[in-house]
């Protein structure tokens, strides 16, 4: 090894472009390889692979309306991917982010039609707090019992998913019931707590805008600030971080709550934007897509925001192409988790690191 | 004799690094030739290049005169050529027998020949003289007894010339002696020995011829018989100052820096490890603490860095009282800790250069706000600190993990000891697996900082080590410390007493 002086500058920026070039490979080359199986798939079950795919990518990204409805679909999973990528930077195992989302979101829904008299700004302004709030209560008792008495939080907010389910549930069904709905659900927010519409005739909102924020104010907290220094230390190397001297304890609350706060923010957004009030089963399972989408962007607040959007696209693109070649859409099921192996298995990456480092 | 192995012109590069620079190497048929250096130095990527585990960027490679290529282990295994590496590669489920056959078994059609397994191991190991019991499982088999399961699955493989890599590290004395034994059998057989290795009582012990390697090149090959330590030593640092500059220094010894009064410390298990330990560091001076580990020397640097809480007793730094203080407020008084555990609590290895070096430091007002870091000042900070204790680093932005092990702890020093703060340095195991140069490195940084007037208290299970720094030293056993004051000549009999809680007094080793 020798010291940065003595290289030359197109060396060192060689040195610095071949990272993120050879992720791009990466990821390029898994999707690929993702695509080629799920080809075979859909061959062997006797539909014609190009006309599925074909379908799939019209679905998600054809026309400039697929693509805003992908991205709006791309808004909360940012949400939950950010609330992973805090949890698990700090190391703390919040598997618990569907169940705070079920919370967020019924804190946001109550404020959009129980709080009146507000302007449109503050009105959403203070559903959302009311949503990151309730996430982060609902994410204090796990790593509260963590650092008390040493309950692992694995388990502990796993468990507190279902507690948050049932219990919005219960809410709709009775105390908040509403009477001018069919699905189970509360009342319909005010107009004051809805964010606007960015597309005609798309779902895309204003709450897209608020994860893209969140996802600068993640990434500058995290890699420029002290607590976000001590997270990530705490997160890398709990031993080190003790020895340093840092907050390690508190750090780890930080993380969970703040993981906690973002998921509140992603249910809320997706109520606010989108299904305007809160119903049961609104979320089909965006708090494990976040877990996903946290490991595909390897735990960049930055990262999220691809990696969402491409498994947005997934996810809408599968509805078309279910309806034109009549491919079930579980296949893209199939397909992230030949995606998923892939990614953890590092199979390209480790590879082409031995060979290009010669 | 003739020629069993011809390295030539061979040259290796890494991404900034020459590891070997056109390198030649020639061994005769049953030599046992020992190859030296600091790590770094290039002689593991030569052993790969020779077992196929790394290919050549130039040169060429004979062995027994004809010239081959090899491209893997097992065109190496191919030419006879087998290795033991450092770490073994074993299934610990299997009998030593298995291992040995693992990929070769002796079979009728499709049935392995379990009996036939065995004879042949056992065959082998008699004709050489490894003692081996074939039907051991590995896991059930003591460290030498796996390294003879290694070499011996070597020579089933036909192997005529055999590479170890450091294969004394992992052993005890005896084991290191009969694995000389075993070699020295291997040689007359006519096997021609291969051996990496940075001790060098070890190289003089067993090897015909020596060669030393520095940054990548062969800096010569001496006749074993015909050398010293010394000149070996020299040949591989390039430089005669070992072992001179440490006595040459007259310490100014001031004030009491800590006293640490009847304190006692309980280990991880409840049980007491350190008993009513009292003694004083002072301004300008080495305290070394002697003695076999695990006699209470981790409970008892962590009890004063604030890691462990302690039972009773007083640890004073400079008269204020930091026992079962937080580790930043004894840090903040002037404590610093270079832990025995360097990778798992001296760095975050997976956390850049510039983050390992602002961990004590970035929460001041010189470094952050309130909330945000002032990124400039710190990375400005971690260059100073780099150049000043000559951190090799490609950057400041490359994990730790890049870093070799002795930059890896010249990264911690410079952490804890570049901000001119603490009045006591803690360092344990300071140079533990560090080269010869690192380590001098190392041991010069703690000696110009208690020149400055720190006290350092060294906790090291290296006895040379400890005599060569201290200006006094205490021993632990069984979590008593006990005095065996100023470093003189007697003081290795009087350590080598107190380390075997005086029992052993009559046969007192030359450690």
């Known amino acids: ?46 539909k014609d692979p190009l006309a599925a795919y074909r379908a799939l990518f019209v679905g998600a990204l054809g026309k400039p309306l697929a693509v805003a409805n992908t991205l709006d679909r791309a808004t909360v999973m940012i949400l939950a991917g950010l609330a992973a990528v805090v949890a698990f930077s700090t190391s703390v195992n919040n598997l618990g982010i569907e169940g705070q989302l079920y919370m967020g979101a019924f804190a946001a829904a109550w404020v959009g039609f129980g709080v009146r008299g507000l302007p449109q700004f503050l009105h959403i302004a203070l559903a959302l707090a009311a949503a990151a709030l309730a996430g982060a209560l609902w994410s204090w008792l796990p790593i509260w019992l963590k650092l008390r008495w040493g309950v692992e939080e694995i388990v502990t907010t796993l468990m507190f998913n279902y507690i948050a389910m049932l219990f919005t549930a219960y809410l709709v069904a009775f105390p908040f019931a509403s009477k001018n709905t069919v699905l189970p659900g509360t009342d319909e927010i005010l107009a004051s707590a809805t964010f606007p519409r960015l597309v005609r005739g798309s779902a895309l909102n204003a709450g897209f805008l608020v994860a893209l924020a969140l996802v600068v104010v993640v990434q500058w907290f995290l890699f420029r600030t002290k607590q976000g220094y001590e997270l990530r230390m705490v997160g890398l190397n709990r031993r080190f971080a003790t020895y340093s001297g840092m907050p390690v304890r508190r750090s780890a609350l930080l993380g969970m709550l703040l993981s906690g706060a973002l998921a509140g923010v992603g249910g809320g957004a997706i109520i606010l934007g989108f299904f305007l009030r809160f119903v049961t089963g609104f979320s089909s399972g965006y708090g494990w897509d976040g877990i996903i989408i946290s490991l595909l962007a390897k735990n960049s607040p930055l990262a999220v925001v691809p990696a969402s959007i491409f498994y947005a696209a997934l996810a809408n693109g599968s509805l078309e192409m279910q309806a034109v070649t009549q491919v079930p859409s579980t296949l893209v099921g199939a397909i992230k988790g030949v995606i998923m192996f892939l990614v953890t298995a590092r199979v390209f990456l480790d590879y082409f690191s031995k060979r290009w480092r010669t | 004799m003739s020629e069993a192995v011809a390295m030539q012109g061979i040259v290796k590069r890494y991404p900034g690094v020459l590891a070997n620079d056109h390198v030649d190497l020639t061994v005769e048929a049953g030599e046992i030739r020992a190859i030296v250096g600091e790590n770094g130095a290039g002689k593991s990527t030569l052993m790969k290049i020779l077992y196929g585990l790394e290919l050549p960027d130039e040169g060429t490679i004979r062995i027994q005169g004809q010239q081959v290529r090899i491209r893997n282990a097992r065109d190496a295994i191919a030419h006879g050529v087998g290795m033991v590496h450092q770490h073994f590669k074993l299934v610990p489920s299997f009998t030593v027998a298995q291992n040995v056959v693992l990929g070769l078994e002796p079979h009728n ?69 009969e694995l000389f034994a075993i070699l020295k059998r291997l040689a007359q057989a006519g096997l021609t020995i291969l051996f990496i290795s940075h001790k060098l009582r070890e190289v003089l012990a067993v090897s015909d011829n020596t060669t030393v390697m520095r940054a990548g090149k062969v800096m010569g090959t001496v006749r074993t018989a015909s050398t010293s330590a010394r000149e070996l030593a020299e040949m591989m640092v390039g430089r005669s100052t070992l072992e001179d500059r440490a006595r040459q220094r007259a310490p100014h010894i001031g004030e009491p820096v800590l006293e640490v009064q009847d304190l006692s410390v309980h280990d991880s298990r409840g049980i007491l490890a350190v008993r009513s330990a009292s003694f004083q560091v002072r301004e300008g001076e080495v305290l070394g603490v002697a003695g076999v580990e695990g006699n209470g020397q981790v409970e008892l640097a962590e009890a004063i860095t604030g890691l462990r809480p302690s039972a009773s007793g007083r640890i004073l730094l400079q008269g204020r009282d930091i026992r079962n203080q937080p580790v930043r407020t004894i840090r903040e008084c002037g404590v610093a800790h270079i832990p025995a555990d360097r990778n798992d609590m001296g760095v975050a290895l997976d956390a850049q250069v510039w983050e390992n070096l602002a961990c004590t430091h970035y929460y001041e007002r010189d470094y952050s706000g309130r909330m945000g870091l002032a990124l400039d000042r710190i990375r400005s900070m971690a260059g100073e600190r780099i150049a000043g204790f000559d951190v090799r680093t490609p950057s400041l932005t490359c994990p730790a993990r890049n870093l070799s092990g002795g930059n890896l702890q010249k990264l911690v020093v410079a952490r804890e000891l570049g901000d001119q703060r603490a009045r006591l340095v803690v360092a344990s195991q300071p140079t533990r697996g560090i080269d010869v140069a690192g380590s001098e490195a190392i041991r010069g940084m703690l000696l110009d900082y208690a020149a400055q007037g720190a006290g350092v208290l060294l906790l090291s299970a290296d006895l040379d080590e400890v005599l060569e720094v201290s200006d006094r030293v205490v021993v632990m056993y069984a979590g008593n410390v006990i005095d065996v004051g100023k470093v003189d000549a ?22």
């Open chain 1, 1 to 46: 090894m020798e010291s940065t002086s003595t290289r030359t500058p197109q060396a060192r920026w060689l040195e610095a472009l071949r990272g993120p070039l050879l992720q791009v490979v990466n990821y390029v080359l898994i999707l690929l390889l993702a695509l080629a199986i799920g080809g075979v798939i859909i061959w062997l079950s006797g």
């Open chain 2, 109 to 177: 059609g499709i049935v392995l020949d379990q009996a036939g397994t065995r004879a042949q191991v056992a065959q082998i190991s008699e004709r050489y003289g490894l003692k081996v019991d074939p039907d051991r499982r590995i896991m059930d088999a003591s460290v030498g007894e796996q390294q003879r399961a290694e070499i011996l699955r070597a020579l089933y493989r036909k192997a005529d010339v055999l590479i170890l890599d450091e294969p004394t590290a992992v052993l005890t004395d005896s084991e290191t002696d």
């Open chain 2, 490 to 511: 007697s003081t290795r009999e009087k350590v080598g007493h107190a380390m075997t809680g005086g029992a052993a007094s009559a046969e007192v080793p030359e450690a």
